[in-house]
């Protein structure tokens, strides 16, 4: 049973460029939830998403982000116009309920240049 | 606003000692909190978890200990081994205001051979 993973690993971008973060859950997990690293921070929640519902997106920047969970396919976060803020790792974690831990992928870096 | 703080951004142990690891909480609506482990450049990886109707879990060299009424949890780690190297991050969640989990800043444990 692959663990939960994500792509690409490292994605760098220019300002005003958008950055598509992806998502697969492990096998059986239908709760989805992306966090954000800062440099020197810990995590922060950004989105809690169940098969094609956002449940809570209260963590989630009000412009340029939005995220998205399939039917079919991976979990999507996308981020436009991107500035050099957005610089950070980006994890994704996925439970089979809502209840119990949840477990993390590798993450993405992303590099605003 | 920081839910979930982790006051000691370091610690350093002897292999063989007690690694104490310190996490308190402001939200009295928070009944679920887990420990995760994170290597440089992985995801978080999940250690242990407790809920809010008990005080104590163990399993194998990792204890985590709740009270309630400090808002306060901890993560004992005996004996310490020099694999125990990694960012702790300790985690919190309400099955009332939402199934998010609020990390905090995390401790960076050292086992010194």
């Known amino acids: 049973n692959a663990g939960v993973m994500q792509n690409p690993r490292h994605l760098v971008r220019r300002r005003g460029q958008e950055a598509r973060l992806r998502c697969s859950p492990m096998k059986g997990h239908s709760h989805v939830y992306w966090y954000r690293q800062l440099p020197e921070e810990g995590l922060k929640f950004m989105v809690y998403?169940?098969?094609?519902?956002?449940?809570?997106e209260s963590g989630m920047p009000k412009e340029r982000f939005s995220a998205e969970f399939p039917k079919e396919g991976p979990s999507i976060l996308r981020i436009q116009q991107v500035v050099r803020g957005d610089s950070a790792a980006y994890f994704c974690?996925?439970?089979?309920?809502?209840?119990?831990?949840?477990?993390f992928g590798q993450g993405t870096r992303l590099t605003v240049v | 606003d920081q839910q979930v703080k982790q006051n000691s951004p370091s610690l350093s142990v002897q292999e063989g000692r007690i690694s104490i690891l310190n996490c308190d909480y402001t939200?009295?609506?928070?009944?679920?909190f887990l420990w995760y482990k994170k290597y440089p450049a992985e995801g978080p990886t999940f250690l242990i978890s407790i809920s809010s109707i008990k005080d104590k879990n163990e399993d194998g060299r990792f204890t985590v200990f709740l009270n309630k009424s400090a808002k306060h949890l901890s993560l004992h780690i005996v004996p310490s081994q020099p694999g125990d190297s990694a960012v702790y991050f300790c985690?919190?969640?309400?099955?009332?205001?939402?199934?998010?989990?609020?990390f905090g800043t995390g401790t960076s444990l050292t086992v010194i051979p």
């Open positions: 998403l169940q098969k094609e519902n956002i449940i809570d």
């Open positions: 985690a919190a969640s309400s099955s009332h205001t939402g199934n998010q989990f609020y």
């Open positions: 974690a996925s439970s089979p309920d809502r209840r119990v831990e949840a477990f």
């Open positions: 939200n009295s609506m928070f009944d679920y």
